[in-house]
């Protein structure tokens, strides 16, 4: 059984950084994609961020260059590093996993919410300007 299970919340000030860490267990890491989602006050979800089997990893344009996905296979957590924050990236950060089907290729993943089956509780960052 799938489970993730996201900590790091905080609150900081614009510039600061955090490191978002979800403990992903039940699965085999070779056969899934994951991705980290945010959920701003009165906005929709907003994938940010994935990686995929083979470690390949896709970015939104409004994150590219501050925040970093990783995977440490040996803590079995899933990372997102996030630096230079301003109080548009105020959210609700949630972990996601889906099981690669057999004709996707190891290193294709997706931002889109609606691709995954598998979801942490979610952890809250909240910035202040």
């Known amino acids: 059984q799938v489970q993730l299970v996201e900590s790091g919340a905080g609150s900081v000030q614009t510039g600061g950084s955090l490191r978002l860490a979800c403990a992903a267990s039940?699965?085999?890491?070779?056969?899934?994609?994951m991705a980290w989602f945010r959920q701003g006050p009165e906005k929709g979800r907003e994938g940010v961020a994935c990686?995929?089997?083979?470690?390949?990893?896709n970015y939104a344009d409004s994150v590219q260059g501050r925040f970093t996905i990783s995977l440490d296979k040996r803590e079995k957590t899933l990372y997102l590093q996030i630096h230079r924050l301003t109080p548009e990236d105020t959210g609700m950060y949630s972990c996601?996993?889906?099981?690669?089907?057999?004709?996707?290729?190891?290193?294709?993943?997706?931002?889109?919410?609606?691709?995954?089956?598998?979801w942490g509780q979610g952890t809250q960052v909240t910035v202040s300007s």
């Open positions: 039940g699965f085999t890491y070779r056969d899934y994609y």
């Open positions: 996601a996993a889906r099981r690669r089907s057999p004709h996707t290729s190891r290193w294709w993943c997706s931002r889109s919410s609606s691709d995954f089956d598998n």
């Open positions: 990686i995929a089997s083979d470690g390949s990893t």
